[in-house]
T-cell receptor, first 112, second 113 residues
């Protein structure tokens, strides 16, 4: 089905290091992008979003980068903590579409 | 403000039965989306409703249906259940039908035996 792809299914990082999760999207008409975090037994939780008129947006310990030229999205987590261990999804939407399309997810494992 | 509420949390059914799942969106949100999540397929879009109208539908058979009420609450129904319907069904809401983040509930875990 329709999907936004991810480069790495599992990412293992040392506690305190920075994490980078990548995502490729295929619809050039997409103009709104979101990162979600999902912990076991819970629904996806919003982390950060970015619109296509920006190429970078920062939150608390997280940064999203958008490269429209190569249709690539990344999530950077600074000083990764054990509580960051989860599955991360990117998602895309366009003004003309009513559906948010999700990538297949990347599992982030934080080693103590 | 209360989050998205889904009931029931867990459900066990047998093949051939039907099931109805319920979702109450965040107060003031008129757009409700449903997703199916399985380990192998990730998050697959089922449908989205806005102001009681289905605006978009994913690639699922007609056994999957839904509706939205005037108070924005939504239900989805699966008839003639198959083993492959076992999944986590997630409901999400947002204020606008496009280009706005979705807020998810905890989901209904459906097991079909």
């Amino acid at each position: 089905g329709e999907s936004v792809g991810l480069h790495l299914p599992t990412l293992s990082v040392q506690e305190g290091d920075n994490s980078i999760i990548n995502c490729a999207y295929s619809n050039s008409a997409s103009d709104y992008f979101i990162w979600y975090k999902q912990e076991s037994g819970k629904g996806p939780q919003f982390i950060i979003d970015i619109r296509s008129n920006m190429d970078k947006r920062q939150g608390q310990r997280v940064t999203v980068l958008l490269n429209k030229t190569v249709k690539h999205l990344s999530l950077q987590i600074a000083a990764t903590q054990p509580g960051d261990s989860a599955v991360y999804f990117c998602a895309e939407n366009s003004e003309s579409s009513y559906k948010l399309i999700f990538g297949s997810g990347t599992r982030l494992l934080v080693r103590p | 403000k209360a989050g998205v509420t889904q009931t029931p949390r867990y459900l066990i059914k047998t093949r051939g039965q039907q099931v109805t799942l319920s979702c109450s969106p965040i107060s003031g949100h008129r757009s409700v989306s449903w997703y199916q999540q399985t380990p192998g397929q990730g998050l697959q879009f089922l449908f989205e409703y806005f102001s009681e109208t289905q605006r978009n539908k994913g690639n699922f058979p007609g056994r999957f249906s839904g509706r939205q009420f005037s108070n924005s609450r939504s239900e989805m129904n699966v008839s003639t259940l198959e083993l492959g319907d076992s999944a986590l069904y997630l409901c999400a809401s947002r204020g606008r039908p496009t280009n706005e983040k979705l807020f998810f509930g905890s989901g209904t875990q459906l097991s079909v035996l």
